[in-house]
């Protein structure tokens, strides 16, 4: 392996969303990972690949057997760290509990959860959309009549994945000075909630309605929003500032001092009618080209099936092709100690006494 994180060894019970997006990051970062799946187990959505699973191996064992919880406990006691994101309390009862490995106190018990380990929701089920209805985050996001959930990329990811690998990270530099683990308590409510720092300002100062298509950011400003062309796609208009205002005004051909005054809420209906006239008479790769190397601050809505073939994510290699498959590369990017995608099937299990063998047990 190599990466930032080499050298690192991990432990991922086999999980939904979050859990292995957490594995999959420290992995792209160098860390071995090894899953431990049950026997059996299939796709949620019967796919033959996931990419939240690349780059690392997996072992199947039964946690409910007897012999096979000796198995993982033994991987366990020999990693630097844990990754699981079942309900609280299940992993004390199998004995695989943070307090269950005294011969590994440098252990890091990464615990992935919606509500978190405590509090009068942490045993009830709950999805992404659940977690951050109580954040107040899914309030804000959507058209002016109802919420609409951003995906799950907010809550499980953004929230959760991305908030457990960091807190492991942190965790394994502290116990690089003090020798001893710790545990992680990463909760998808508790990351939203962070991720809503500006917009929390933004409320404090009076500079935020409390409903949604009034804002700034929320679609409420004409200048902000998204509008459909001749074509039927979409363009991203983001020119907040008054100069890539200007610059974007006389790419489209519109005269300033013709236009209502953009910075009264009151005149932004009108704006926005102005606007999406104008966009209606061009295609959405004519404004994209129209825009491209200007600071307009206006670029095509691409399509999930585009995106990899646009010409800066092209040369930036945002995109990989791996295993056939069209995969966000290894992000951030480090000059000296970069990611990568390590090896790693997912089809053939690997022998947990060779993992054992090569982790000194």
Request: aromatic residues 6%; negative net charge.
């Amino acid at each position: 392996m190599s990466g930032p994180l080499a050298g690192l060894r991990i432990v991922e019970i086999a999980g939904l969303g979050p859990t292995p997006f957490a594995a999959m990051t420290l992995a792209d970062m160098g860390a071995e990972v090894v899953r431990i799946e049950r026997p059996g187990t299939r796709h949620i959505f019967g796919l033959d690949y996931e990419v939240l699973d690349r780059g690392r191996g997996f072992v199947t064992l039964d946690l409910k057997s007897a012999a096979d919880r000796a198995v993982a406990r033994r991987l366990i006691a020999r990693a630097d760290g844990l990754i699981e994101g079942l309900r609280p309390g299940v992993m004390e009862r199998l004995g695989l509990g943070p307090g269950d490995f005294p011969e590994n106190p440098r252990l890091v018990y990464g615990r992935m959860t919606g509500w978190g380990q405590a509090g009068p929701l942490a045993r009830t089920a709950g999805h992404d959309i659940n977690y951050i209805a109580l954040t107040g985050a899914l309030h804000a996001i959507g058209t002016a009549d109802r919420p609409v959930p951003p995906l799950n990329l907010l809550g499980d990811f953004g929230g959760g994945g991305i908030y457990l690998a960091f807190g492991m990270v942190c965790a394994f530099l502290e116990a690089a000075r003090s020798g001893r683990g710790q545990i992680v308590d990463a909760a998808i409510a508790d990351g939203v909630a962070h991720l809503t720092a500006m917009i929390r300002t933004l409320v404090a100062g009076g500079a935020w309605e409390d409903r949604r298509g009034a804002n700034l950011l929320d679609g409420g400003a004409p200048y902000y929003d998204t509008y459909r062309c001749k074509c039927g796609g979409f363009v991203a208009l983001g020119a907040i500032e008054e100069k890539f205002w200007r610059t974007f005004l006389g790419l489209a051909g519109l005269d300033p001092a013709a236009l209502p005054d953009r910075r009264d809420p009151a005149a932004w209906p009108v704006l926005r009618d102005i606007l999406a006239a104008r966009f209606l008479t061009r295609t959405r790769d004519d404004w994209a080209a129209l825009a491209a190397g200007t600071d307009a601050c206006l670029t095509p809505v691409l399509t999930l099936a585009e995106a990899p073939g646009h010409a800066h994510n092209a040369a930036r290699c945002t995109f990989v092709d791996h295993e056939g498959v069209a995969e966000p590369a290894p992000a951030p990017r480090l000059s000296r100690t970069p990611g990568a995608i390590g090896a790693g099937s997912q089809t053939d299990p690997l022998d947990p006494a060779e993992v054992l063998a090569r982790w000194g047990g």
